[in-house]
């Protein structure tokens, strides 16, 4: 409710708290500095200056969370950088289903967008998304249609977790080094046509250069757009 209400830094201090981590603190301090604002209540009573205040930009550019697929590349910190983020896993993180715990309020705000790609350069998107619109689609995400149609549970307003059907995605490989990130993704098992190969591949030559390449393959004639 304070994040909707003061915005992210009231978030960043309550979560700075919670994980003792300096690092969201110092990126609170930053949003603040840059624009200033209250920060709520729930902020105030959490405030703990024993937690140092750190930079996000002393964190690597690149991070791979492989619990739900998603790899995030940039040029810096700074909203003049370059920014990515490939998604190419299931809709909700994997150890959640294996769980068989069932969070309702964060399934059902999923999207069916396996292969989905933001980003974000000089300070504005160069590929960006709905936000949020209901029914979800996969259309309003930057990934690809098959004959027009999109990922398992297109159309729906409130996504099931439990629906595995597209288990099978995920990165299939991925190399990161001072000049480039690169990965490829596996996202045919999104779709219920059941393409025989689908994999996206992503290249971000840093800066400022990013390659998107898909290579798909069936048996049967499909159209393909995106």
Known sequence: LESQTHGW?????????????????????????ARPRSVGVLSL????????????????????????????SRSGWTEND????????????RSMVASGYSVASYEGHTH??????????????VATEDAYVVPKWTETHNTILIDGKGQFQDGASWLSAFDMRASGTGILDQLHTDTLTY????????????????????????PDLIIVADDIEDGEPHSYSW
């Not at 024993?50 to 690597?60: R, T």
């Open 9 to 33: 830094p009231a978030t960043y201090l309550y979560f700075s708290w919670l994980l003792r981590d300096g690092y969201l603190r110092g990126q609170a301090r930053a949003d603040l500095e």
């Open 183 to 206: 990965a490829v993704g596996d996202i045919g098992a999104a779709y219920p046509q059941g393409i025989d190969r689908m994999h996206r591949h992503v290249l971000h030559l840093l």
């Open 112 to 125: 069916p967008d396996c292969g989905n790609l933001l980003i974000f350069s000089h300070g504005d998107w």
């Open 82 to 93: 370059t920014h990515l983020l490939f998604k190419a896993g299931p809709p909700v993180p």
């Open 45 to 72: 009573l959490t405030f703990d200056p024993s937690i140092g205040v750190k930079s996000v930009s002393e964190l690597p550019r690149y991070h791979y969370y492989g619990d739900s697929e998603v790899l995030i």
